[in-house]
T-cell receptor
């Protein structure tokens, strides 16, 4: 597609349930990022992929959070046993090889997660 | 660690007013600096960037100058329009932060 695509756009779940959020980056972009946007907290970095590997997982807030990327393309962010504090907008971004300089990040519109 | 601090909003201005949104940073080395904008209902998009000291980034009438001596990258526009209403994020990228951008908390701008 023309831009970064995320699904679902909205997800309401009950506390304790698992959720999966999907990101389809721009074709040809080797780098993929997940951020979390909480009210009043700005953008919190979660994880970065270069190809299918994740050299930087430093931002994942707990072991309930995991992410994978397959085929150098689609990525899935999984949150297990969701808690109310997980409620946020989860943003995905992609870019060309970041090792070649401070490239522009292209963001999707986000997946809004509400945990009841 | 690296960080970005930007002025808290919301900022409310009348059309054609002058805009300044302050941004300061803490980083080792020589980071690249960015302003991203998020219009209502849309994803973040790059507004402008500067990669070295004294560079000026500009786009859509917005400008920001990379000031190493004051570790700042303030966003300015001489005459805002209603269509500029959005949330503005200052961000930096340095070798110490890997390949991810560090974002500020965002400043909401409402132009009436």
């Amino acid at each position: 597609g023309a831009g970064v695509s995320q699904s679902p756009s909205n997800k309401v779940t009950e506390k304790g349930k698992d959720v999966e959020l999907r990101c389809d980056p721009i074709s040809g972009h080797t780098a993929l990022y997940w951020y979390r946007q909480s009210l009043g907290q700005g953008l919190e970095f979660l994880i970065y992929f270069q190809g299918n590997s994740a050299p930087d997982k430093s931002g994942l807030p707990s072991d309930r959070f995991s992410a994978e990327r397959t085929g150098g393309s689609v990525s899935t962010l999984t949150i297990q046993r969701t808690q109310q504090e997980d409620s946020a907008v989860y943003l995905c971004a992609s870019s060309l090889d970041p090792g070649r300089g401070p490239g522009e990040l292209f963001f999707g519109e986000g997946s809004r997660l509400t945990v009841l | 660690g690296d960080s970005v601090t930007q002025m808290e909003g919301p900022v409310t201005l009348s059309e054609e007013a002058f805009l300044t949104i302050n941004c300061t940073y803490t980083a080792t080395g020589y980071p690249s600096l960015f302003w991203y904008v998020q219009y209502p209902g849309e994803g973040l998009q790059l507004l402008l960037k500067a990669t070295k000291a004294d560079d000026k980034g500009s786009n859509k009438g917005f400008e920001a100058t990379y000031r190493k001596e004051t570790t700042s990258f303030h966003l300015e526009k001489g005459s805002v329009q209603v269509s500029d209403s959005a949330v503005y994020f200052c961000a930096l990228k340095s070798s110490n932060s890997g390949y991810a951008l560090n974002f500020g908390k965002g400043t909401s701008l409402l132009v009436t």
